[in-house]
């Protein structure tokens, strides 16, 4: 009897990381060559040429025209190298107000890394195009939303405070040798943090505590439109990231745990919500405010999320929101 409780043991923890391998697997076929794309934009230098097309938008929203450089410097990359893009203009640009620094981080936070993480969200059944329009758009929403409230209260117009720990120079286009190292080693990094997520949320299934999560986050969450099956996969993207997230929810998906419907409402959220400690403290680092960076940006999410979920359930919206890939 205990041998054969000890294979069965054993065999589902094969398929648990086996399942969490294919996860990974699928998932970096697409995004090595956005990472491939987005060393070639920096290596060429290309961002310049880029962020021009988005000075119009950062006069909308009362940021000067360098701020682009940071802002696409974000959406092709990771949010580590807006910050250095930032440092290094510090010296020729006039020092921003709370409110611009507070702005500036939002659009990053929002809208970062649109090649790697769409395709991520891709891997999942979303359309790439429309979750990165959706980011863009909700990141000029929610930037409007802070430079508009700051105009109105009179808020924010005080010097904004980076941290002198970020000044430190680093290299944004480090050699072909460097890169590769260090990509492969993201890549390993992500392997097991997925691998570990994965035996994880088995632990929590076998202890029966799926139930209290659903609990105490069901109803914000559901509000969002994020099924309860969903839940959980989704609190893990949101603490830790859009890439883990997305590669969970390629697994759970495969497995038939979570239905298309729920797929789609903890990607909307997600898409705009995710790496809630890291990402936010760089921008807080940059001069931000933790309120608006943090607190307001999940309300704002929980709020679009929702709002496009509600829309995308309707058969008028559903093809333009959800596209064909997706059927529910």
Known sequence: MEQTLLARAGAHLLATLKRGFDAWLFVTKLSVPAMILTRLLMYFDLIPYVAAVFKPIMALLNLPPETALVWVSAIV???YVPVTVFIGL??????????????????????????????????????????????????????????????????GAGPSAVMPALQAATDLVPSWGDWIFNSVRQLLMILV????????????????????????????????????????????????????????????????HISPRDIFGAMMLMAVFHSMV???????????????????????????????????????WRPLLVGDKLQF
């Open 278 to 316: 890291e990402d936010t403290f760089l921008m807080w680092a940059l001069g931000g405010s933790l309120f608006w960076l943090l607190g307001a940006r999940l309300v704002f999410a929980l709020a679009v999320a929702s709002a496009v979920n509600r829309l995308a359930r309707k058969p008028a």
């Open 77 to 79: 990359a990771n949010l």
């Open 90 to 155: 510090m010296p020729v640009m006039d020092p921003l107000s709370l409110s611009q620094a507070t702005t500036l981080g939002a659009l990053c936070l929002l809208c970062h890394g649109l090649f790697i993480e769409g395709q991520v969200c891709r891997a999942t059944g979303l359309s790439f195009w429309r979750v990165s329009v959706f980011r863009l758009v909700s990141a000029v929403a929610f930037g409007l939303i802070i430079s508009r409230s700051a105009a109105l209260i009179g808020w």
């Open 193 to 256: 943090l997925v691998e570990a997520l994965m035996l994880f949320m088995e632990l929590v299934k076998h202890l029966k505590l799926t139930r209290l999560i659903s609990k105490v986050l069901g109803p914000p969450l559901r509000w969002a439109g994020v099924g309860e099956n969903a839940m959980m996969v989704t609190v893990i993207g949101c603490v830790l990231g859009l890439a883990l997230g997305g590669g969970l929810i390629v697994a759970e998906s495969r497995s038939g």
